[in-house]
């Protein structure tokens, strides 16, 4: 009893608790000085939450946001010119139009892209339109002339040849055509620059990841194809939340032990269908770390190290057991899949 | 034993349904181009997205204001392809998240070191409500900086948003589980410095 009245005490506190809610909490106070304790806590807490929100920006931020919308000098909202280079020819140019949505077009293309020259790689298309969904939480395609795009066989349904084709491709990585309902674009946003960070001229800045074959974008816009095969990737945004929700899909309950700052612990189940013990997750400047721990003792199974820049690097799997956890994100931060085995078939060495 | 008081009573709430009828119409005018009406959502969420994002970069004025400003120019661009499977205000206040953590990802975060022990509900109060309980209110904001940003947000969330438990959890996209256990996490933390602070 105590302990459902307590989770109820900050919706008390913030006034959504419904009537009868209230009633509940109100008559369970009356009995106990833990939850009456609690109850003055959070409304301390919430009024010192309250105080220190700040007050809201006038309408000057208003014009600014307007003032970026128009661009530098200019009456209305002006396209924004994404450079990108043809396949094998000259470099061509790609409009971002910021009226009404975040609209691609790819204007004037007459022939497939298997024939020309001058045709834009799909890939600088998903780059581009990933750009702004990544931007705008989603964003459309637009395909004007006869442009045959020879996306991964996964984009099933994307018509070639005939156009014009309009596909919405969402933030999450699905593309929405305007005859089917939707389906999953074969790409993964997996490394976007790091907002304020200086990199050398000619870095990579960003990485995605076509079926089985990951490409790299440069700050020049070149592509190259990564030779080495990843281990896994993860996205720069990947915080602890993730780690958790990442967990969370593979285990089912799990609960945030230790919430301070950028250290997080983790206590999941313990059961012969579920990974069972602890993690421990960290991170600063440069690294994320994962340890999952064996419940009751202190032996680690699984330990992972992700790089400020996304990428996962050596999994550690010491002692007697075998563990494959595929973790697999493929938006900002937003867990897709996540596939580990239960414990009752982890191979003892 | 007398019920804690609030300062703050509980005012009727808008429900669900009106606040997204409007803010949808107001969003489709949006796409079609109209600024007054982008001005109009830009009022009535200025305050709500405003202590959101406060509450993420720490109270930080000018990255608050950086990251709002980024955000409507994304509503403005984005208004188009909203296909309203999700509340306004849910939509909005994930692009104000994405934009936020953008920020921050070049920034350093405060570390604040707890133990690992889960709280059992006590027969009595925990010495961290006491000392929540006792502390002095402006004494307890200043204590929220120490916070991490996940923390933050999520006060936020509670107490100037006032939202509900699924509501929190669709705008952080967690499970409501996670979201009453970040909130409990968080006034442990709150009450764990006060006491530290006062030499408990």
Redesign the interface.
């Known amino acids: 009893m105590?302990?459902h009245v307590?989770?109820h005490l900050?919706?008390y506190?913030?006034?959504?608790l419904d009537d009868e809610g209230?009633r509940v909490v109100?008559g369970h106070?009356?009995?106990?000085?833990?939850c009456?304790?609690?109850?003055?806590?959070?409304?301390?807490?919430?009024?010192?939450?309250?105080?220190?929100?700040?007050?809201?920006?006038g309408?000057t931020?208003?014009d600014?946001?307007?003032a970026?919308?128009d661009g530098p000098g200019a009456p209305a909202?002006a396209p924004v010119v994404v450079p990108i280079t043809g396949r094998r020819g000259a470099p061509r140019s790609l409009a971002v139009l910021?009226?009404?949505?975040?609209?691609l077009v790819v204007l004037g293309f007459a022939s497939s892209l298997t024939g020309d020259q001058d045709e834009p790689d799909e890939r600088e298309i998903l780059f581009a339109a990933a750009e702004?969904a990544r931007?705008?939480?989603?964003?459309?395609l637009v395909y004007e002339g006869s442009l045959e795009l020879q996306l991964d066989p996964e984009v099933a349904g994307v018509p070639a040849g005939a156009g014009p084709v309009v596909a919405?491709l969402r933030g999450d990585g699905e593309v929405v055509l305007p005859d089917r309902s939707r389906t999953r674009v074969g790409f993964e946003i997996v490394e976007w620059p790091?907002?304020?960070?200086e990199r050398p001229e000619g870095s990579v800045t960003e990485t995605v990841r076509i079926g089985d074959t990951v490409y790299e974008r440069d700050d020049a816009a070149r592509f190259s194809v990564r030779d080495d095969e990843p281990q896994g990737f993860v996205s720069?945004?990947l915080?602890?939340?993730d780690i958790?929700?990442l967990l969370?899909a593979a285990t089912g309950?799990?609960?945030?032990?230790?919430?301070?700052?950028?250290?997080r612990?983790y206590?999941f189940p313990v059961g012969d269908d579920a990974l069972s013990g602890?993690v421990d997750v960290g991170y600063?400047?440069v690294e994320t770390t994962v340890e999952v721990l064996v419940d009751g003792d202190d032996e680690r199974v699984l330990e992972l190290r992700i790089e400020l820049e996304g990428q996962l690097v050596d999994p550690v799997v010491p002692g007697r057991v075998r563990v494959d956890v595929t973790i697999e994100v493929t938006d900002?931060?937003?867990p897709l899949t996540v596939e580990a085995p239960p414990a009752s078939q982890v191979e003892e060495d | 034993m007398a019920t804690a008081t609030l300062d703050r009573r509980h005012a009727p709430r808008r429900t669900v349904a009106d606040t997204g009828a409007a803010d949808g119409a107001l969003l489709a005018r949006v796409a079609a181009g109209d600024r007054g009406a982008l001005a109009d959502l830009y009022e009535r969420h200025r305050a709500g997205v405003t202590g959101f994002v406060s509450g993420i970069v720490g109270g930080d004025r000018s990255l608050c204001e950086e990251v709002l400003q980024d955000t409507f120019v994304a509503v403005w661009r984005g208004a188009g392809a909203f296909e309203g499977r999700s509340a306004v205000r849910t939509w909005l206040y994930g692009i104000a998240k994405r934009q936020a953590y953008n920020k921050l990802r070049g920034k350093r975060f405060e570390l604040t070191v707890l133990d690992d022990e889960v709280r059992p509900v006590a027969a009595g109060p925990t010495p961290e409500d006491a000392a929540l309980a006792a502390a002095d209110r402006r004494y307890v904001a200043a204590l929220l900086s120490r916070l991490g940003p996940l923390q933050r947000e999520i006060l936020t969330l509670a107490f100037v948003d006032d939202l509900s438990y699924p509501e929190m959890a669709e705008i952080l996209e967690i499970p409501v589980g996670t979201v009453k256990s970040r909130l409990s996490n968080a006034k442990v933390a709150l009450g764990r410095l006060a006491r530290a602070e006062r030499g408990d």
């Not at chain 1, 506190?13 to 959504?16: D, F, L, M, V």
């Not at chain 1, 910021?98 to 609209?103: C, I, L, P, S, T």
């Not at chain 1, 931007?135 to 459309?140: C, D, I, K, P």
């Open positions: 105590a302990q307590e989770e900050p919706l506190a913030n006034g959504s209230r109100e106070l009356q009995m106990c000085a833990a009456t304790a609690s109850l003055a806590a959070w409304s301390n807490v919430a009024d010192a939450v309250r105080a220190t929100s700040g007050s809201a920006p309408y931020l208003l600014r946001v307007f970026e919308v909202p910021g009226v009404a949505a975040v609209v702004s931007e705008a939480g989603t964003a459309r919405e790091v907002v304020g960070e720069s945004a915080f602890a939340t958790a929700a969370e309950e799990i609960s945030e032990v230790d919430a301070g700052g950028n250290d612990r206590r602890e600063d400047d900002l931060g937003a």
